[in-house]
């Protein structure tokens, strides 16, 4: 019966064929979940919505990207606590670093960042040996600012979900093997800052929509190496906030739009 409570309440999110599937991620999250959750204030079908959704959307982004129960762990070389008998918040790691001409010791997180009000804020693991796919309920994190996962092995196209996690500032998933389109739907990103792509295999060309991208905010565009066509839109000119393009080693052709209303652009690599 709990599991059944635990399927009624996610159906809306992964759909019905997801979650009778039990080779799938989403069964996997939702199993675990049901059965074997350890965190004594978890919330259940019984609780709150949000806090029930952002577990699930979390968990479902482990068993996705090749993690997995037992010792081993799967793929990911550190789990960051992932599935431990806490908050999801808590599914992180610190690491240490200097800064030249101070004594003290900084440190920054690798793994979950929630905000102050307990939503996940950032997804930060860069060659981590991600494998998989990054799935379509990372959707479901509506306070994601964050999403930084370059260097690991991810493929498939970017789900459709994450042009609505309209509050990203930076994407970072740099040298992975995703590809596809890059989807128009990303002019969505108004608060962007950075777009990093790099290293993948996306085709197709770059979308018009490309000049409402953080039109303001967005400092740097790397989309180099990867598989693009067609012209550089002239929308481009748009971004005045650029300081840094990249679209080197791509198929593009035509002229250079014009950026000169990106004053602050300092490098530019076509």
């Not at 991810?154 to 596809?180: A, F, M, P, T």
Request: hydrophobic residues 40%; proline residues 4%; charged residues 20%.
């Amino acid at each position: 019966p709990q599991l059944d409570a635990y399927r009624d309440a996610l159906l809306h999110v992964s759909g019905e064929e997801a979650l009778s599937d039990p080779t799938s991620p989403q069964y996997k999250a939702m199993v675990w979940m049901a059965r074997h959750d350890g965190y004594a204030n978890a919330s259940t079908p019984e609780g709150s919505t949000r806090e029930l959704e952002q577990r699930y959307a979390v968990v479902v982004f482990f068993f996705a990207t090749g993690g997995e129960l037992g010792m081993g762990g799967g793929s990911w070389n550190e789990t960051y606590g992932f599935l431990g008998p806490t908050h999801e918040c808590e599914w992180h790691v610190w690491d240490p670093f200097y800064v030249p001409g101070y004594d003290a010791e900084f440190s920054y997180a690798r793994g979950i960042i929630c905000d102050s009000s307990l939503r996940v804020a950032k997804i930060f693991m860069p060659k981590n040996n991600l494998t998989g796919t990054i799935p379509a309920e990372i959707g479901e994190l509506k306070a994601l600012q964050y999403l930084v996962l370059m260097e690991n092995s991810l493929h498939g196209n970017l789900q459709s979900s994450i042009y609505d996690l309209v509050h990203l500032k930076w994407l970072w998933l740099d040298y992975n093997e995703l590809s596809g389109v890059i989807d128009g739907r990303f002019g969505k990103w108004s608060q962007l800052l950075e777009l990093g792509l790099t290293g993948n295999q996306f085709s197709g060309s770059i979308p018009e929509e490309v000049g409402t991208v953080g039109s303001v905010s967005l400092e740097a565009l790397d989309l180099a190496e990867n598989l693009l066509t067609g012209t550089i839109p002239a929308s481009m000119g748009q971004l005045i906030g650029l300081e840094f393009v990249d679209l080197h080693q791509n198929l593009l052709t035509g002229h250079i739009p014009d950026l000169s209303l990106a004053t602050k652009l300092e490098d530019i690599n076509l």
